[in-house]
């Protein structure tokens, strides 16, 4: 009957998971992880995004990190995409964060879909509904932006910056105790 009845509540999780996509690892022809090279290439391919080139791309201050961004308002205005953002870490994409145009979609319409596509979000507040799994951690935060994080790049960026902090601290630790 033990036997039976795990039968049964295997059957039933599985069930329940039946139908539900993997999280997604970027939008349309853009991954996380992909070069910068690539990710240029696939923006031009895409006009939807708004990408004009070169211009859109920078460096950020710490040297480590490239950020690309995008904006319809004036090459793409029938696109349901307003400003896109493309972040870099060691020459691969990491975070991608597109904010979607409040005039041709809605919140409820796209939270709407994601919980068909993959179930309920493992965590929701007022502010952002979110997904994630060993390799991604995808959100949809008001008003209206989808954003795709590679988890591993981020979990790793946040335990150097812990450490970081904590040399910081330290260091003014000691100087109070100098005093």
């Not at 979990?155 to 109070?176: G, H």
Request: net charge negative; hydrophobic share 35%; glycine share 6%.
């Amino acid at each position: 009957m033990k036997k039976l009845a795990v039968l049964f509540l295997l059957l039933l999780s599985g069930l329940c998971l039946f139908g539900q996509e993997e999280l997604p690892s970027g939008y349309k022809g853009i991954k996380l992880g992909m070069t910068i090279d690539e990710v240029k290439e696939a923006l031009i391919k895409d006009y939807q995004f708004g990408y004009r080139g070169d211009r859109d791309v920078s460096l950020m201050p710490d040297q480590q990190k490239v950020l690309i961004e995008t904006d319809t308002s004036r090459t793409v205005p029938s696109s349901f995409l307003d400003k896109c953002w493309f972040q870099f870490y060691e020459n691969k994409l990491y975070v991608i964060t597109i904010n979607v145009k409040q005039t041709k979609m809605d919140h409820y319409s796209i939270f709407s879909t994601l919980t068909k596509k993959y179930g309920n979000p493992d965590s929701l507040n007022p502010e952002k509904s979110e997904w994630q799994n060993d390799s991604v951690i995808f959100s949809l935060e008001r008003p209206l932006t989808l954003k795709y994080t590679d988890k591993k790049v981020y979990d790793r960026i946040m335990d150097q910056a812990q450490v970081a902090n904590t040399a910081q601290e330290m260091s003014a630790q000691s100087f109070l105790e100098g005093l």
